[in-house]
């Protein structure tokens, strides 16, 4: 039991803060949200960094890199509230590497850890929620290979990305597939989500496929997990960034001829704040050491991770929109797009209240981190 | 990063596990079970079973006797005592006032009182708390005047946990009125057979006697009695509190009342109602990331770097946890709560209960409970101390 980084581990944390300071600063933020929320010179930035590549053996061209490495880099990202989906790419090197064909994973993973290639999870449906199991797209044999006809919504940076993974069923069960977005009946209408960042509408209309695996659902509940485990680290990092900048803010404004940090009710505040950082650091932690667990402890573990960081995060969120008065409420303010940001990532890979019904229904009669 | 325990730590754990099983008399276990009365028997009798192991002092380093156990072996014993139905350790001699003498006492100290705290033949006593002071400990007035080579106590203490068992009380003392509160206090080992000392029951809300007053009216304790330097006890005390609070959020407890709760509403019926399950649901999550941060205080210990200053967090979330559990304990048993039958929180009862035997004590629990967030510093306390971390 050891929660040190290692030195690697930390030198990485550092090339990947360096690269945000310099590189991701929130008036260049600022632009590539006004320019539609997707920067492909940026993610050639990140890739080129090694980051989309963390996940995927070195035989690949990637980094052969774990959970851990992968937190540490989605914390950084978190801070600078960065859009460019990174999470998409860990999710979709670690499916394809788990349950892919050596011919996929050779025509695939190399472009992925380039660069060269976004891969991204097309899986939710109007009717599913959040809900894993729900799937109205369907597949069926064609020629050497297969077709896909269903729609996705809200699929990130959809009509930017080179490639879907698709869920769709073939006689009543989920199988999962990989489709071009250039394939021929793929239609992508794309718009900018709350946050700012890209996501599409895309409709699959027997657009042709390749088969990642017939154990569709185990594949997406294991890409959905890997999803959760990025999306605590990534509000992790978000969550620090809000209560230090929540913090400088209270030691510097004035009010009634003291600083707001000298007012107990606002100190008060700042404590349970710290609370709710500290219990979703802890449990951002719990998430990324259990992604290698068997899958039942391994969804348990998503379940409670997720819930605690969205309670985390809309407690955190709204306190210091609060706590900073009107300027918290302003476009101009950076603290407003953190808010915002925190918001979209609780509902990103199941919001607080479907992660509590995952742990109610997943409850044994032990309790506690190795039950 | 490595959230499993190494195959040394796990051997260590299956050791003690299995001296827990073969030396924890049942009939104590099965009190703590069911969350029955504990006499003064009990909690000796456990006391000097674990002393004669030389592990009642497992905080200790070797040179004083203790096991010299690292920050995680300490953490398996807790927790394997405690999933096991142990009674908590008493901790005033052992956890609270032993580590005093230990590195504020001289060698006469050390030889005069701890072999009686490491078995558990003697029993100590807290006094800290005082009438007005709450919280603000600074405030405490109880004086003790030098005349020779005694002092002269007069004042009063309160609170003073399980008081009516106590051979000796460690106390705060204010021996200078002069600069700050804090500079004027002294830590005072007293004899409570001494004349002067009067111990007066507090009946708390539960209806049980689990607290006291204090009185001393004209007590003389010899200077030799006197730990370190006259004037200096606030830091010697602010070292104790160190200790209580990392202790006190009892994430071990909480699991195994976390089973339990989960028993009890599976019986009463209510577990398969979805609102009531949430709750639990929420609390499971809760008593996880508790343990996560306690784990994460474990391992800075262990690894000497990264100190982590989150021992406040652990005091707020700890008491807050093991408040909702006993909330949730009773209104599980629903109407059954009500009753209020005193003997029937005593073990071998032999009269009908109302409801199953279990629902007896869960609103006295529930009830005497409250005093989680208010003792050993107060959650309003911890929160100006967390915030001083954040805001300066």
């Given at each position: ?166 869920p ?13 977005r ?10 900018v ?54 913090a ?12 707001l ?9 700042m ?45 955190i969120g709204?306190?210091?929109?609060q ?32 992660h ?16 | 990063?490595d ?50 192991k ?79 002071s709450g ?60 004349p002067?000392?009067?111990?007066r ?5 539960d ?21 370190g ?33 989960k ?5 009463e019926g ?122 300066g």
């Amino acid at each position: 039991m050891d929660f040190n980084f290692s030195d690697d581990q930390e030198q990485l944390r550092d090339a990947v803060r360096k690269w945000v300071d310099k590189g991701y600063d929130f008036e260049r933020r600022r632009a590539i949200v006004k320019a539609g929320g997707f920067d492909r010179g940026i993610y050639g930035q990140l890739a080129e960094l090694g980051l989309a590549g963390l996940y995927i053996a070195e035989e690949h061209g990637g980094m052969g890199m774990g959970p851990v490495e992968a937190m540490v880099v989605m914390e950084e990202l978190g801070r600078g509230i960065v859009m460019e989906p990174l999470a998409q790419t860990l999710i979709a090197s670690g499916v394809l590497s788990g349950y892919a064909n050596d011919d996929l994973k050779s025509a695939w993973l190399p472009r992925i850890a380039s660069g060269e290639a976004l891969v991204v999870l097309a899986h939710q449906e109007r009717k599913a929620r959040y809900r894993l199991d729900l799937c109205e797209a369907k597949a069926s044999p064609a020629g050497n290979g297969w077709s896909v006809t269903g729609d996705k919504s809200i699929v990130p940076a959809g009509d930017q990305v080179d490639a879907f993974l698709v869920p769709a069923t073939v006689d009543g069960k989920i199988a999962l597939f990989l489709v071009e977005r250039s394939a021929q009946g793929v239609n992508a209408r794309g718009y900018v989500t709350q946050d700012g960042s890209r996501a599409a509408e895309v409709k699959f209309q027997s657009a042709p496929a390749a088969l990642v695996t017939k154990d569709g659902l185990t594949a997406l509940e294991h890409a959905v997990d890997i999803g959760i485990a990025a999306t605590c680290a990534e509000a992790v990092g978000a969550l620090d960034k809000t209560m230090a900048l929540t913090a400088e803010y209270m030691n510097t404004r004035k009010q009634f001829g003291v600083t707001l940090s000298t007012f107990q009710a606002l100190r008060h505040r700042m404590a349970d704040m710290k609370m709710q950082l500290e219990l979703a650091r802890s449990m951002s932690y719990y998430a990324t050491l259990k992604l290698n667990a068997p899958t039942e402890e391994r969804r348990r573990a998503m379940g409670r991770a997720k819930y605690q960081l969205g309670v985390s995060m809309r407690f955190i969120g709204q306190q210091s929109v609060q706590m900073h008065g009107g300027i918290g409420v302003t476009d101009e303010y950076a603290g407003s797009h953190y808010f915002k940001k925190l918001t979209q990532l609780e509902m990103t890979f199941g919001d607080t209240l479907h992660h509590l019904g995952e742990v109610s229904a997943r409850m044994q009669d032990t309790a506690g981190v190795f039950a | 990063m490595d959230l499993a325990f190494t195959p040394e730590e796990q051997k260590f754990r299956e050791e003690i596990r299995a001296w827990v099983r073969d030396n924890l008399p049942q009939e104590i276990s099965h009190k703590v079970h069911n969350a029955l009365h504990l006499t003064r028997d009990d909690m000796q009798r456990w006391a000097k079973i674990l002393g004669k192991k030389g592990w009642l002092g497992y905080g200790w380093p070797k040179e004083f006797g203790g096991p010299g156990w690292t920050a995680v072996q300490k953490h398996l014993f807790e927790e394997e005592c405690a999933l096991a139905g142990a009674p908590r350790i008493v901790p005033f001699g052992p956890v609270m006032v032993a580590p005093v003498i230990m590195t504020f006492g001289n060698a006469e100290q050390h030889k005069r009182f701890l072999p009686g705290i490491a078995s558990g033949e003697v029993w100590w006593s807290q006094g800290y708390s005082e009438p007005g002071s709450g919280s603000d400990l600074a405030s405490l007035k109880t004086r003790a005047e030098r005349k020779g080579d005694k002092y002269i106590v007069n004042g009063q203490k309160t609170w003073t946990t399980l008081a009516q068992y106590g051979d000796w009380i460690f106390c705060l003392v204010r021996t200078s009125t002069e600069g700050k509160p804090q500079t004027g206090i002294s830590f005072l080992l007293i004899d409570m057979k001494s004349p002067g000392v009067t111990v007066r029951p507090i009946i708390m809300l539960d209806g049980g006697h689990e607290v006291n007053e204090v009185f001393f009216d004209n007590v003389e304790v010899p200077a030799e009695n006197l730990i370190g330097e006259e004037n200096k006890g606030w830091t010697y005390a602010k070292h104790l509190l160190s200790h209580e609070r990392t202790n006190i959020a009892d994430v071990n407890r909480a699991k195994r009342e976390l089973e339990r709760l989960k028993r009890i509403a599976k019986s009463e019926g209510v577990y398969a109602d979805p609102r009531f399950r949430d709750e639990v649901a929420r609390l499971e999550v809760d008593v996880v990331a508790l343990e996560m941060m306690v784990l994460r205080v474990l391992s800075a210990e262990k690894s000497g770097k990264n100190p982590l200053d989150i021992a406040g967090l652990l005091k707020i979330k700890g008491s807050e946890i093991q408040q909702r559990y006993t909330e949730l304990m009773m209104l599980a048993a629903g109407p059954y709560a009500l009753p209020f039958i005193k003997e029937a929180m005593e073990a071998g009862w032999q009269g009908e209960h109302v409801g199953a035997a279990y629902v007896a004590p869960l609103a006295a629990t529930y009830f005497n409970y409250r005093k989680t967030t208010i003792y050993g510093g107060s959650s309003e306390v911890q929160r100006t101390i967390v915030a001083q971390t954040v805001l300066g």
